[in-house]
T-cell receptor
Framework: KQEVTQIPAALSVPEGENLVLNCSFT??????LQWFRQDPGKGLTSLLL?????REQTSGRLNASLDKSSGRSTLYIAASQPGDSATYLC??????????FGPGTRLSVLP | ETGVTQSPTHLIKTRGQQVTLRCSSQ?????VSWYQQALGQGPQFIFQ???????GRGNFPPRFSGLQFPNYSSELNVNALELDDSALYLC????????????FGPGTRLLVL
């Protein structure tokens, strides 16, 4: 059974810092991995989708990497801003099934 | 192109009642998935519908059921509500295929008293 964990559970940083969020999954047989952002009480916004054949994806200040063999992904956020404050969720897609989500990392960026 | 919409936004029910949640998929998408997100946790997969047929189900009891209509909109029905059913219910649509991303709606917040 696929399980996804995320470290740290919560993170508080001053504005301008670069930071890394970690995601681990137990079964390397995945179609893809996706990072989402969720604001309090809201739905999910897709940030980056990495297919199983890819190593990384970049969008603006965000960079996500995937190491399937070790069951790990990282989300790098450069020059963090208060508007980046949210919960970041990592989700993997095992085979053709739907996403298996981690519990999320709650990020606070202080002005 | 319209995004995924869900209704209602909030709902309060009492234990034992039944509830129906609705989702309109993004234009051009034929696949709808439903997730339950308890407070402080990641979403849990309930089931998926593809072209009006159930196409996969998570670890949820039969009192969670669904429908997909010819226009690919969908309903989630929950019978005999329990206190633990209180959660944010998220709907996601996609054009099918395991390599396609899913686009999520804003969710319906259900509170069971």
């Amino acid at each position: 059974k696929q399980e996804v964990t995320q470290i740290p559970a919560a993170l508080s940083v001053p504005e301008g810092e670069n930071l890394v969020l970690n995601c681990s999954f137990t079964d390397s047989a995945i179609y893809n991995l996706q990072w989402f952002r969720q604001d309090p009480g809201k739905g999910l916004t897709s940030l980056l989708l990495i297919q199983s054949s890819q190593r990384e994806q970049t969008s603006g200040r965000l960079n996500a990497s995937l190491d399937k063999s070790s069951g790990r992904s990282t989300l790098y956020i450069a020059a963090s801003q208060p508007g980046d404050s949210a919960t970041y969720l990592c989700a993997v897609r095992p085979g053709g099934q739907n996403f298996v989500f981690g519990p999320g990392t709650r990020l606070s960026v202080l002005p | 192109e319209t995004g995924v919409t869900q209704s209602p936004t909030h709902l309060i029910k009492t234990r034992g009642q039944q509830v129906t949640l609705r989702c309109s998929s993004q234009s051009g998408h034929n696949t709808v998935s439903w997730y339950q997100q308890a407070l402080g946790q990641g979403p849990q997969f309930i089931f998926q519908y593809y072209r009006e047929e159930e196409n996969g189900r998570g670890n949820f009891p039969p009192r969670f059921s669904g429908l997909q209509f010819p226009n690919y909109s969908s309903e989630l029905n929950v019978n005999a509500l329990e206190l633990d059913d209180s959660a944010l219910y998220l709907c996601a649509s996609s054009s099918g295929g395991a390599q396609e991303t899913q686009y999520f709606g804003p969710g319906t917040r259900l509170l069971v008293l």
